[in-house]
């Protein structure tokens, strides 16, 4: 629960972050997120910024000793609420992604390198919940309860 009131209150920077945001999403356009360090990943792209200081006091204020120990609790927290979003929609998510595979396979208007390249961005995306959906029983089961405390602190 610390961790989700630490996310709201890391809200609060959220103008010194878009411009930080909009930075790094230029730097990996085609990178598919690693659910399982996508905390801690973004904070290694962080350091050396102003904001890294400020969102490291604002975890301080919330029993974290720093912010590699609160990115590594964030991945966590991160890793078990998609595997628990996942679950809830993995059927038709499966058959959404098999339908799009088939599709992209059998487009006319397509090149042999256009399909390679959709079928490569396809296991990336399914690479990735794949990967959200490993998470530890232990940490899905504590995660379930704040599910919509997480979904209201990150706009979901």
Do not use: C
Request: hydrophobic share 40%; proline share 4%; no cysteine.
């Amino acid at each position: 629960a610390s961790f989700i009131e630490s996310l709201q209150a890391a809200q609060t920077l959220a103008p010194e972050f878009e411009e930080l945001e909009r930075q790094m999403d230029s730097q990996n356009e085609s990178a598919m997120p690693d659910f399982s360090r996508i905390v801690s990943g973004s904070l290694e792209q962080m350091k050396g910024h102003e904001a890294y200081g400020r969102l490291e006091d604002v975890v301080q204020d919330h029993g974290f000793d720093n912010l590699e120990s609160w990115g590594a609790t964030g991945d966590r927290v991160f890793q078990a609420w998609m595997a628990i979003e996942m679950e809830q929609q993995s059927p038709a998510a499966q058959q959404e992604m098999n339908a799009a595979m088939s599709e992209i396979e059998n487009n006319p208007n397509m090149t042999a390198q256009q399909k390679a390249q959709m079928r490569a961005m396809m296991e990336g995306a399914m690479g990735a919940m794949q990967s959200a959906s490993n998470a530890p029983p232990a940490d899905i089961k504590a995660v379930r309860p704040h599910v919509d405390a997480l979904r209201e602190a990150g706009n979901y």
